[in-house]
């Protein structure tokens, strides 16, 4: 139920964390044990096929997500209203401005009712007022306790979002604890040029 961000310079394995929770890279040791239906929110629009319409997309997407036939006709209105995209759903996506095609996928992933959200700067989709209706979807989500993994290169996003972070440097933890305190912690380090 914890909001967690990842914190470290680009190419130290943030991404590549939140692909391995996610399934979608098999780690070279170890393994990854993850409880309940996860929605990543790591390349959004992954898996749309650009000839098939935003109608098909969302059926097509919401299945990879592991939602049933059912549950995408009951979140259906719900999604294309999300993503505000009603007059151009039957519009194929390849027509589809990049902001429409992340918004859609947004859209999509929260709506699967995941137990494990893994956000991957994502939050910087589309126009201001919808970066506020996805951070209150985000907020909502926290409230009913699910568990939230946030990748950002905003330290005040995370500060403000996440309870805890974690510190990597180039695929092994430097640190974690309250997220505040460490990035703070990692700032202070970036400004002083000091390697993890």
Known sequence: GETVGLICRNGSGKSTALKLIAGVTAPSAGEVTVFGRISPLIELGA?????????????????????????????????????ELREFI?????????????????????????????????????????????????????????TIVVVSHSPDLVAKFCHRAIWLDHGRLVAEG???????????????????
């Open 178 to 196: 309250p997220a505040a305190a460490l990035i703070e912690e990692y700032a202070h380090s970036e400004r002083a040029g000091q390697p993890a």
């Open 47 to 83: 898996g749309f096929h650009p000839d098939l319409t935003g109608r098909e997309n969302v059926n097509l997407n919401a299945s990879i997500l592991g939602m049933t036939a059912s549950e995408v006709r009951d979140q259906f209105d719900a999604i294309v209203d999300f993503a």
């Open 90 to 146: 039957d519009t194929p996506v390849k027509r589809y401005s990049s902001g429409m095609y992340m918004r859609l996928g947004f859209a999509v992933a929260v709506h699967a009712d995941p137990d494990v959200l893994l956000v991957d700067e994502v939050l910087s989709v589309g126009d201001t007022f919808f970066q506020e209706k996805c951070l209150d979807k985000m907020h909502e989500f926290q409230a009913r306790g699910v």
